[in-house]
């Protein structure tokens, strides 16, 4: 009887470890394969509302701020009449623009004007390379029905959330299919060969690069409307022209991460706030230049996996050293871990715009190390309930 229960105690010290790792394991295709697990939705919150993408292009990423002057952001702001817009869209079509993007919607509150609107249905219908906002969480163009021929883009964002950084657009329409992101169609319709329009013609999002290098021009509306000298007008020959509002009294407002966009306020911002045409503008370059975020599922399980094992093996030699600094030598290794994984994404980015997530890294870095170590205690309990049982028995036989 002595024998069996020692065996058997021999027996689950050694199962102990396995189901330990089996643990560690579990938890790391919680964070390899992201299953839906409601239990994790907070850390799943916290993780998109703070990304280190915010703080690679907020603080990280050098060089200076330069303009695009292929784009110009015409900032009708919101007080320019739709009898004004109007008037602002003939004088744009005077000129030779590479491609128009109208990313306006108009009050259905107020009364409409038949003349104004016979005005808008002509130009959109009439006008080539012209490509209107389209809202898909609303449905229809910004100035007409859907039965109308023209060519939209999808003006949604990647999240619809102002409590939520943008760090993409909606690129995919549900309800129209072979529509596009607003950027997406602009790009296409000057450049339908360039590599981002084919990489990202069935990606769902379209992740945006917040470089420094992309600062759209803008002039004002109202600078455009009454300028007799056409100085202006003739600016934006051969350009890529966006008109919407800048303002909109905070509809179309929402927050990036601060690439020094903001020249108004402190630039030490964190995050930065800036209209709906201004994001779209800032992916249009990034689309031209085919300067896309990449990021592959298959590296991102392969990198977790590596840090997996690696973090395995060094907790199962730190078991068996006599060191009195393991405790110590444990946290240097996640200290070091840590900023090797940090210096390998900015490395990634700067040089491949290749991103991978460093949130999941760390964790399967630190939550290994953790959770493996969890069998030093739980073999102290068994040694010490071990010596107990062989004590018990050696005084009940003598």
Not at 282 to 301: C, G, M, P, R
Not at 320 to 342: D, E, H, M, N, V
């Amino acid at each position: 009887m002595y024998f069996r229960i020692m065996f058997f105690i021999k027996k689950f010290q050694k199962t102990i470890k396995p189901g330990i790792f089996a643990l560690t394991i579990f938890f790391g295709c919680v964070l390899f394969f992201q299953f839906n697990f409601s239990f994790l939705d907070p850390i799943s919150i916290a993780s998109e509302k703070v990304s280190f993408r915010d703080i690679y292009f907020s603080k990280i990423q050098g060089g200076e701020l330069k303009s695009d002057e292929r784009i110009v952001i015409v900032d009708i702001g919101d007080t320019l009449r739709r009898a004004n817009i109007v008037k602002l869209l003939y004088k744009v079509k005077q000129i030779d623009f590479k491609v128009l993007g109208i990313d306006i919607r108009f009050d259905a509150r107020r009364p409409n004007d038949p003349k104004t609107d016979s005005l808008l249905v002509e130009f959109a219908l009439k006008t080539p390379k012209v490509v209107f906002g389209k809202d898909e969480l609303i449905g229809g163009s910004f100035f007409m029905n859907d039965g109308q021929e023209i060519k939209e883009g999808l003006a949604n964002l990647g999240k619809e959330d102002k409590d939520f950084p943008v760090r993409s657009l909606l690129n995919i329409s549900k309800s129209e299919p072979g529509t596009h992101s607003f950027a997406y169609e602009i790009v296409k319709t000057i450049a339908p060969n360039n590599k981002s329009i084919k990489y990202f013609a069935d990606k769902n999002d379209i992740d945006i690069n917040f470089e420094r290098l992309n600062l759209p021009v803008v002039i004002k509306a109202e600078e455009l409307l009454f300028d007799s000298t056409n100085t202006y007008l003739n600016y934006l020959e051969g350009k890529i022209v966006i008109i919407g509002s800048m303002s909109d009294n905070g509809k179309d407002i929402h927050l990036v991460p601060n690439a020094s966009y903001n020249l108004t306020k402190d630039e030490d911002n964190f995050y930065t706030e800036v209209s709906g045409p201004f994001i779209h503008a800032i992916a249009i370059s990034n689309l031209l230049d085919e300067k896309i975020i990449k990021n592959s599922s298959l590296f991102n399980w392969l990198f977790s996996a590596i840090i997996f094992i690696i973090t395995l093996i060094v907790t199962v030699k730190l078991e068996y050293t006599t060191s009195p600094y393991l405790r110590l030598i444990a946290k240097s290794y996640i200290l070091g871990g840590s900023l090797l994984i940090f210096l390998l994404y900015i490395v990634l980015m700067d040089n491949f715009l290749f991103e991978f997530p460093l949130s999941g890294a760390l964790t399967a870095l630190v939550l290994t190390m953790e959770l493996a170590g969890i069998y030093t205690p739980i073999e102290l309990i068994s040694k010490n309930f071990m010596r107990f049982v062989t004590k018990l028995f050696s005084r009940n036989s003598s």
